[in-house]
């Protein structure tokens, strides 16, 4: 059991849609985040000897959870009068607000190539998957009937290959 903290950007993209007398557009905008969070974990290495190897191979596993910094965005939409006379020319503006909250799940391969004495450097490589659900905590619409989607889901899976020591 750990805790675990993360420094990161996330990319956030508001897009409005609206009926064809309108502009849309879209905006993205990048936010920096820090999450923090804990991370339970579990590690097992072979028995070297019984496999007749000098090196140490295991497998670890660790489940994480945490939260972090609100990611910010904002967009609008630009109204076309329908009478090029018409002078009504104005704008919606739509802010929001979302917390991310995030589960992980990795699994891991482990190989201890240097060991002196009690100290040992090693090679990790695994799987990782992350799983992101962003819950609106401020919505802004302007002055505008339209809506802001309430919550955001996420999921990325990716490889991770890191260096790994042990210094008692």
Known sequence: MGIEANFGSDDFIMQSNRPSNFINHSITTNNF?????????????????????KQAYGISTNLSFG???????????????QDPLDPQNFSYIFKASYLPIRVGLDVNFLWDFLQRGEH???????????????????????NSDGAIS???????????????????
């Open 33 to 53: 985040t820090f999450d923090g969070g804990i991370k339970l974990g579990y590690q097992h290495y072979f028995d070297k000897e019984a496999l007749g190897i």
């Open 67 to 81: 939260v972090g910094t609100p990611i910010n965005g904002e967009t609008y939409m630009t109204f076309i009068p």
């Open 120 to 142: 040992t450097l090693g090679l990790t490589v695994g799987l990782q998957y992350k799983f992101s659900y962003y819950k609106n905590t401020k919505a802004e619409l302007g």
């Open 150 to 168: 309430p919550e955001v889901n996420t999921s990325n899976a990716y490889d991770n290959i890191m260096l790994h020591s042990f210094v008692p």
